[in-house]
């Protein structure tokens, strides 16, 4: 697996290998039941700890993305589409209320906005 993982980002690391894991699942990089790296393989590959690798696929079990055999490692789990779709929808919603919230400080009408994105 090819994760690039910045030291110096203010995104954490187990957050960056999450975020790249399920990127590569949602873009079927990742076959479903396919086994990912173990931790402590995947740790010494991008030289962080064995915690922060567990942590990143520990929240990919609890969001859907991931399951876990004992003593086994861990497996891509089948997702559904829309789901993610829903999760990704969400996080756009949230950029849109930062947008706002910006646009009338700044007293920018949706015209300037519609504008900026067609650019």
Not at 45 to 65: F, M, N, P
Not at 69 to 87: F, R
Not at 103 to 109: L, M, Q, Y
């Amino acid at each position: 697996m090819n994760l690039l993982i910045s030291m110096h980002s203010d995104i954490p690391i187990y957050e960056q290998i999450k975020e790249q894991i399920k990127k590569l699942i949602i873009h079927k990089k990742l076959n479903i039941d396919e086994q990912l790296p173990s931790i402590r393989m995947l740790a010494k590959e991008l030289q962080v700890g064995i915690v922060t690798v567990k942590r990143a696929y520990d929240d990919l079990v609890s969001e859907g993305y991931l399951y876990s055999k004992s003593a086994k490692g861990y497996y891509v789990l089948t997702y559904n589409e829309d789901t993610i779709k829903k999760e990704y929808l969400n996080r756009i919603k949230e950029h849109l209320k930062i947008i706002e919230s910006l646009k009338e400080e700044a007293n920018i009408t949706d015209q300037d906005i519609e504008n900026f994105v067609k650019e």
